[in-house]
């Protein structure tokens, strides 16, 4: 199976190091140097050109909202029969006229929930959402990425907001926590660990459902208080 990725910035690089062994990879990013550096990591064919992407099986296209649609237009217009183009952007959907002009190409709407650093660096849970209901094409999907922790059909419309509202919720626990901290006078080496590590491990020791008896105390306390 060939398998193409266009745009390896923080989050195509990923997806592409993720892909399956035993697939043809092809890279596309206009900046050559990320390709030379991604191609350093994985067994891939890299170019600067869109052209490539013609002998693609499915191609991942990871790039801002604004990229979108002409970029998948451009693959459109020399993809084969039956190839399916994914659209990664979390924000926003291929317009239903490129979908029309376009039917013997599959476009599916398929988001990813994670963030780039801490699945690469960490290997932390991340989760790929399809927008398609057709278990070849889903099947086929679930295979290229099947190193990533969930990948089912879903409402991909709910991803940006769900995204979103974890974003902004973690940014604002952040912002509080540094504000708590400075006022504690809280040396600088310690909020790296405390940010880091604590807020980080509770997080995850909280979905895990794993908190100790000093974490689960406070959890007690937070619910009384909402009562």
């Known amino acids: ?10 989050m195509g690089s990923v997806v592409a190091k993720k892909l399956p062994e035993d697939v043809n990879k092809i890279i596309v990013d206009r900046n050559q140097e990320k ?7 994985i067994d891939c064919k890299c170019s600067t050109s869109i052209d490539v992407l013609a002998d693609a099986d499915i191609v991942a296209v990871i790039l801002p909202e604004s990229e979108v649609n002409k ?10 029969d039956g190839a399916i183009i994914l659209n990664m952007s979390t924000n926003g959907a291929v317009d239903h006229s490129i979908k029309d002009s376009y039917k013997s190409i599959n476009i599916i709407e398929t988001k990813i929930i994670g963030q780039s650093s801490m699945i690469e660096k960490f290997k932390a849970p991340s989760a790929i959402v399809i927008g398609s209901e057709d278990n070849d094409i889903v099947e086929k999907i679930k295979y290229i990425f099947k190193d990533f922790s969930y990948v089912e059909s879903g409402d991909v419309e709910k991803v940006p907001l769900a995204v979103q509202a974890a974003t902004r919720q973690a940014i604002i626990t952040c912002m509080d926590l540094k504000e708590k901290l400075n006022a504690l006078d809280v040396d600088t080496s310690w ?8 807020l980080n491990g509770t997080i995850g020791s909280f979905m895990d459902d794993t908190l100790g008896p000093f974490a689960r105390k406070i959890v007690k306390e937070i619910e009384d208080s909402r009562q």
Do not use: R
Not at 71 to 80: D, G, L, R, W, Y
Not at 191 to 198: G, W
């Open 1 to 10: 199976m060939n398998v193409g990725v266009l745009g390896c910035g923080k």
């Open 35 to 41: 390709l030379e550096a991604l191609s350093k990591s």
């Open 71 to 80: 970029n998948v237009e451009s693959i459109c217009k020399i993809a084969k």
């Open 191 to 198: 909020q790296e660990a405390l940010f880091k590590c604590v």
